[in-house]
């Protein structure tokens, strides 16, 4: 019953997500499809995996960056080059077609471990993904640790008052690590 409740509360109105698909930083591990069109007519179609150095090895244009950047930063540089090298007035068609990289959900949930990362997956719903809480969670003081520019950041996260539609759910990043505490009785 529990678990019903939880999923009623991520799925109803309460749960405010915002789109993240224009700010998106591409990284690696990322499998990208890349669509070319030049004088209206499909000239190349293909996927590509993000490296570990974040380039994209593509046809007609050889390696090139992507990691860090946006889809419209992506599509656009690619557009550039197109255009500077090879056809009149291309357009290039970018998108996430898998996601790389994973978070990280430990303590007090039913199946503690690495969960894949995906868009617009929150802070909530990777204890979801993780089984849900245990029977002592403490879900008033979940942490989120998310490394940025090489630093650590931890932040708090009242799973509770996302819950009952109070707060808004923190989007997760690549590799952050969800934390829920147990109670202290």
């Known amino acids: 019953a529990f678990l019903l409740t939880l999923v009623?509360?991520?799925?109803?109105?309460?749960?405010?997500?915002?789109?993240?698909?224009?700010?998106?930083?591409?990284?690696?591990?990322?499998v990208l499809q890349v669509v070319f069109y030049a004088g209206a007519e499909k000239q190349e179609d293909f996927s590509g995996t993000v490296s570990a150095l974040g380039t994209l090895t593509c046809p007609l244009l050889g390696e090139i960056r992507a990691g860090g950047l946006t889809i419209h930063e992506?599509?656009?540089?690619?557009?550039?080059?197109?255009?500077?090298?090879?056809?009149?007035?291309?357009?290039?068609?970018?998108?996430?077609?898998?996601?790389?990289?994973?978070?990280?959900?430990?303590?007090?949930?039913?199946?503690?471990?690495?969960?894949?990362?995906?868009?617009?997956?929150?802070?909530?719903?990777a204890c979801l993904l993780a089984g849900g809480f245990t029977d002592f969670a403490s879900l008033k003081s979940v942490k989120v640790a998310r490394v940025t520019a090489g630093r650590a950041r931890v932040t708090k996260v009242d799973l509770a008052r996302v819950m009952q539609g109070k707060a808004d759910d923190l989007l997760l990043q690549r590799s952050d690590r969800i934390e829920v505490p147990q109670r202290r009785f």
């Open 8 to 30: 009623a509360a991520v799925s109803g109105p309460a749960f405010r997500r915002t789109d993240s698909s224009s700010t998106y930083q591409v990284g690696p591990g990322d």
């Open 74 to 125: 992506i599509s656009r540089a690619m557009t550039e080059q197109l255009a500077r090298d090879y056809f009149v007035n291309p357009q290039v068609l970018v998108s996430v077609k898998e996601y790389g990289g994973q978070v990280w959900v430990v303590g007090a949930v039913k199946s503690p471990g690495p969960y894949p990362y995906s868009e617009g997956l929150s802070a909530l719903r």
